[in-house]
């Protein structure tokens, strides 16, 4: 199957999770900082198992999904 990695910058992910308490990961450095630190320890791997990269930055879910699936459509049609 396909792999599809969703991006944003730091400080639109602490937006995102600052009021979730769901994140053992980031227990500590909940902030912009520690968030820019565990995203960059993570992206090489993921950028190199993801098939598509997606920046959701300033974007509604339908926004996404439909980037998501034009994207796929593209990597079906070659």
Do not use: F
């Not at 190199?48 to 990597?75: F, G, P, W, Y």
């Amino acid at each position: 199957g396909r792999w599809g990695l969703l991006t944003a910058r730091p400080e639109v992910g602490y937006e995102r999770v600052k009021d979730d308490e769901n994140r053992p990961n980031l227990k500590g450095r909940k902030n912009v900082a520690g968030i820019a630190e565990l995203m960059e320890q993570r992206r090489e791997k993921y950028e190199a198992a993801a098939d598509i990269v997606i920046n959701t930055d300033h974007k509604s879910i339908l926004q996404i999904c439909e980037e998501l699936v034009s994207r796929l459509t593209e990597m079906d049609e070659k």
